[in-house]
T-cell receptor, first 111, second 118 residues
Framework: LAKTTQPISMDSYEGQEVNITCSHN???????ITWYQQFPSQGPRFIIQ?????VTNEVASLFIPADRKSSTLSLPRVSLSDTAVYYC????????????WGLGTSLAVNP | EAGVTQFPSHSVIEKGQTVTLRCDPI?????LYWYRRVMGKEIKFLLH????????ESGMPNNRFLAERTGGTYSTLKVQPAELEDSGVYFC????????????????FGPGTRLLVL
């Protein structure tokens, strides 16, 4: 499974748009990209998932360029409650479906 | 719809004792995963059930860990005897059969069980 690289931490302010970019240079053809959010003392919470181009849901947007070697999670107008750790993971639908986790990006949203 | 639930939320035991963690997946989810986070480290995969069968148990640390999923519903993870290094947060996740999920898998996580071995 492809490993991912993302910034260790980011700072933002309420109302701003936050973009977190993740590198996955070794992504395979049948791999897809998933982002999770985790608050302290809670389990990871699914945010968004995609294979290529752009995916949008009520929480975030996911931008994936044509070469799929990176992806960007976009959080519109963040609030204090968006302070959390964000994980980018690459997975596939084959037999090996365990998720390989990094340390994620710790996002701090300031007032 | 209820999410993934785990019991207990916290457990404090002494070295050498036995602890059993339980995970109830989302109803109808055939896939069930166990993960663990040791303090300061990344979340690590332990094993994957498809229904009652172990699909992948490559992440199990040693034979002190025993996971079961009798009947293909809830799962238990027993640690016997517990050692200090087993302390951490144990997460369970579940997902649908891929044929129902359009070929992409989304794993939904429970809140975790915080285990402290003294």
């Amino acid at each position: 499974l492809a490993k991912t690289t993302q910034p260790i931490s980011m700072d933002s302010y309420e109302g701003q748009e936050v973009n977190i970019t993740c590198s996955h240079n070794n992504i395979a053809t049948n791999d897809y990209i998933t982002w999770y959010q985790q608050f302290p003392s809670q389990g990871p919470r699914f945010i968004i998932q995609g294979y290529k181009t752009k995916v949008t849901n009520e929480v975030a947007s996911l931008f994936i360029p044509a070469d799929r070697k990176s992806s960007t999670l976009s959080l519109p107008r963040v609030s204090l409650s968006d302070t959390a750790v964000y994980y980018c993971l690459v997975g596939n639908a084959g037999n090996n479906r365990k998720l390989i986790w990094g340390l994620g990006t710790s996002l701090a949203v300031n007032p | 719809e209820a999410g993934v639930t785990q019991f207990p939320s916290h457990s404090v035991i002494e070295k050498g004792q036995t602890v059993t963690l339980r995970c109830d997946p989302i109803s109808g989810h055939d896939n069930l995963y166990w993960y663990r986070r040791v303090m300061g480290k990344e979340i690590k995969f332990l094993l994957h059930f498809v229904k009652e069968s172990k699909q992948d148990e490559s992440g199990m640390p040693n034979n002190r860990f025993l996971a079961e999923r009798t009947g293909g519903t809830y799962s238990t993870l027993k640690v016997q005897p517990a050692e200090l290094e087993d302390s951490g947060v144990y997460f369970c996740a579940s997902s649908q059969d891929l044929r129902l999920a359009g070929g992409q898998e989304t794993q939904y996580f429970g809140p975790g069980t915080r285990l402290l071995v003294l």
